[in-house]
């Protein structure tokens, strides 16, 4: 049953994304309306957009804009980053971070047969505000990254 859930999920955000890329625009509610889909799926509150976190992920992402590689910036705020030799949507690198919910299992609070990070700092309870950015490498990749404030902290995501 839980395998059913958990594919329901990832197919409607698939499917959002789908009619995303349609009238993608990368707006702010792209990307939190991704986010909060996921976050609600496990009874946790809204992200709320923050500007200051907005900054942070355009400067870094400028650091990138030459090679598109995906290192994180170590720095105080919890954060996703993805990248694309073509074009990608908001949407699409949060649904890529979604799609690791089936590789958590709650009960061990632990990830099984893959990654499974990138998802829990989307539905972390204790995070309230996030902002991205993203940018077109000169090597005509994307470059998207997230970040949320506070960072997770405790032991249960929700």
């Excluded at 009960?107 to 204790?126: A, D, F, M, P, R």
């Excluded at 077109?136 to 902290?153: A, F």
């Amino acid at each position: 049953m839980e395998f059913c859930k958990i594919s329901s999920v990832w197919i409607s955000l698939v499917a959002l994304s789908l009619l995303h890329s349609i009238y993608a625009q990368d707006r702010i509610k792209d990307f939190l309306n991704g986010h909060n889909f996921a976050r609600r799926e496990v009874g946790n509150k809204d992200l709320e957009w923050d500007p200051v976190l907005e900054r942070y992920a355009t400067d870094y992402a400028k650091k990138h804009i030459h090679d598109c590689q995906l290192i994180h910036t170590g720095g105080p705020y919890g954060e996703n980053l993805a990248s694309s030799p073509i074009e990608m949507f908001g949407l699409d690198a949060v649904s890529m971070w979604v799609y690791e919910k089936k590789y958590y299992n709650y009960e061990t609070k632990s990830c099984v047969g893959g990654e499974c990070g990138h998802y829990l700092q989307v539905i972390w309870n204790t995070t309230t505000h996030l902002g991205c950015a993203k940018l077109r490498c000169d090597n005509g990749g994307t470059w998207i990254g997230c970040n949320y404030n506070p960072p997770p902290q405790g032991d249960l995501p929700y």
